[in-house]
């Protein structure tokens, strides 16, 4: 059974500093392009981050320079480092595992419930 358990949300004030961590069970972490989705109230799903196998890493804009994505192959664990959070970073934090299955046009994509992330005064 696959598992992706995201942990480290909470609420936290502008400028501050969260890390979240996704641990991921019944899966070879180490095939798998892992990302960070997050979903403000009444938003659609957006990709915060993305991490390759090979550990290339993408942000979208609004990020870039405040968020690190990070993995661990030996703890099957991937992270978000967010500093100088912004109350527009509020939004609920999921993980995703992805990969294209060889020869196909088809890809095994998994996801976590989410955590919540709350950046206010």
């Known amino acids: 059974q696959v598992q992706l358990v995201e942990s480290g949300g909470g609420l936290v004030q502008p400028g501050g500093s969260l890390r979240l961590s996704c641990v991921t069970s019944?899966?070879?972490?180490?095939?798998?392009?892992m990302g960070w989705y997050r979903q403000a109230p009444g938003k659609q799903r957006e990709l915060v981050a993305a991490?390759?196998?090979?550990?290339?890493?993408n942000y979208t804009d609004s990020v870039k320079g405040r968020f690190t994505i990070s993995r661990d192959n030996a703890k099957n664990t991937v992270y978000l480092q967010m500093n100088s959070l912004k109350p527009e970073d509020t939004a609920v934090y999921y993980c995703?595992?992805?990969?294209?299955?060889?020869?196909?046009?088809?890809?095994?994509?998994?996801w976590g419930k989410g955590t919540l992330v709350t950046v206010s005064s």
């Open positions: 019944g899966i070879i972490f180490s095939i798998y392009g």
């Open positions: 995703n595992a992805d990969r294209v299955v060889v020869g196909t046009p088809y890809s095994m994509t998994y």
């Open positions: 991490i390759s196998t090979g550990g290339r890493t």
